[in-house]
């Protein structure tokens, strides 16, 4: 699986973004998929998760009820879309993929990853 996140930028606190992750290879629409960030100074971190259906999701207690994770596997894409962004969600955002259905939250779980894109949030 090869991944390709895209969708990062400058915007305001209190703004809204929505990051896309395009993946390659047939086994794709059977993986679960995961979104981690890491700031400047700070090691990675989980934001959220999603199963191969989509049908099953988490986050992080940090985001909760601020972003959201989907997926549409016949674009064979997931997304983060991002709300009420506060200037503590600047950082790399990465996607990531594992060999297997179900969610995780441990970076240690996810087997392949995408190159990241940078989020400011300005305040």
């Known amino acids: 699986v090869q991944l390709q996140a895209s969708g990062g930028g400058l915007v305001q606190a209190g703004g809204s973004l929505r990051l896309s992750c395009a993946g390659s290879?047939?086994?794709?629409?059977?993986?679960?998929m995961g979104w981690f960030r890491q700031a400047p100074g700070k090691e990675r971190e989980f934001v959220a998760t999603?199963?191969?259906?989509?049908?099953?999701?988490s986050y992080a207690d940090s985001v909760k009820g601020r972003f959201t994770i989907s997926r549409n596997n016949a674009k064979n894409t997931v997304y983060l879309q991002m709300n009420t962004l506060k200037p503590e969600d600047t950082a790399t955002y990465y996607c990531?993929?594992?060999?297997?259905?179900?969610?995780?939250?441990?970076?240690?779980?996810?087997?392949?990853w995408g190159q990241g894109t940078l989020v400011t949030v300005s305040s």
């Open positions: 990531a993929a594992r060999r297997y259905t179900l969610t995780a939250t441990g970076d240690y779980d996810y087997d392949y």
């Open positions: 290879g047939r086994t794709f629409n059977s993986v679960a």
């Open positions: 999603i199963n191969w259906s989509g049908g099953s999701t």
